[in-house]
């Protein structure tokens, strides 16, 4: 079985920089991915990053892939208080193309 | 572009009883998967629909079931409910082409099993 795992809560004042750890178990995942959840409300995918890459960068969002470590970590620069939600790392499942995901890491963003 | 709709949004039943939901994938997309998220979980893949036809299954018992339409929109089934199935429903789609398995969502449909 897959599983991938997360810290489950993290919190960081308006300004800091957030980093949000994932490690995954497939080895051969060919995209790995981060969405993000509000309360209530369904995923919203913020990036992905393709596994011949070691770093991805999206405006506030920076992706670090460590294929070696099978580590994948999501850093949010300037966090705001309108990031604070759910954020879930996720895999390909098992060869179908759908996906595995992490249980969630919280982050809450004080002002 | 219309995102992915599914309906209802909140649903109230008894253990034993049945019950469908319905996600409309957004405009374009031939696949639809549907993942169960229980509280202080992440989703957990149920199954996935494809031209019609089952197209992989996670580790969900039978009286999961599902359907796809001619025009891509989804079913899915739950039969003796059960305390445990009290979640969050949530549909997405994407299109198989490619390697990218990239999945739009809905916003759910929460089910409460008392």
């Known amino acids: 079985g897959e599983d991938v795992e997360q810290s489950l809560f993290l919190s960081v004042r308006e300004g800091d920089s957030s980093v949000i750890n994932c490690t995954y178990t497939?080895?051969?995942?060919?995209?790995l991915y981060w969405y993000k959840q509000e309360p209530g409300a369904g995923l919203q995918l913020l990036t992905y990053?393709?596994?011949?890459?070691d770093m991805k960068q999206d405006q506030r969002l920076t992706v670090l892939l460590n294929k070696k470590d099978k580590h994948l970590s999501l850093r949010i620069a300037d966090t705001q208080t309108g990031d604070s939600a759910i954020y879930f790392c996720?895999?390909?499942?098992?060869?179908?193309?759908?996906?595995?995901f992490g249980k969630g890491t919280m982050l809450l963003v004080s002002p | 572009e219309t995102g992915v709709t599914q309906s209802p949004t909140h649903l109230i039943k008894t253990r034993g009883q049945q019950v469908t939901l319905r996600c409309s994938s957004q405009?374009?997309?031939?696949?639809v998967s549907w993942y169960q998220q229980a509280l202080g979980q992440g989703p957990q893949f149920i199954f996935q629909?494809?031209?019609?036809?089952?197209?992989g299954r996670g580790n969900f018992p039978p009286r999961f079931s599902g359907l796809q339409f001619p025009n891509y929109s989804s079913e899915l089934n739950v039969n003796a409910l059960e305390l445990d199935d009290s979640a969050l429903y949530l549909c997405?789609?994407?299109?198989?082409?490619?390697?990218?398995?990239?999945?739009?969502f809905g916003p759910g449909t929460r089910l409460t099993v008392l």
């Open positions: 629909y494809y031209r019609e036809e089952e197209n």
């Open positions: 996720a895999e390909p499942y098992s060869g179908y193309s759908t996906l595995t």
């Open positions: 990053i393709f596994s011949n890459m």
């Open positions: 497939d080895s051969s995942s060919t995209y």
């Open positions: 997405a789609s994407s299109q198989t082409s490619g390697n990218n398995n990239e999945q739009f």
């Open positions: 405009s374009g997309h031939n696949t």
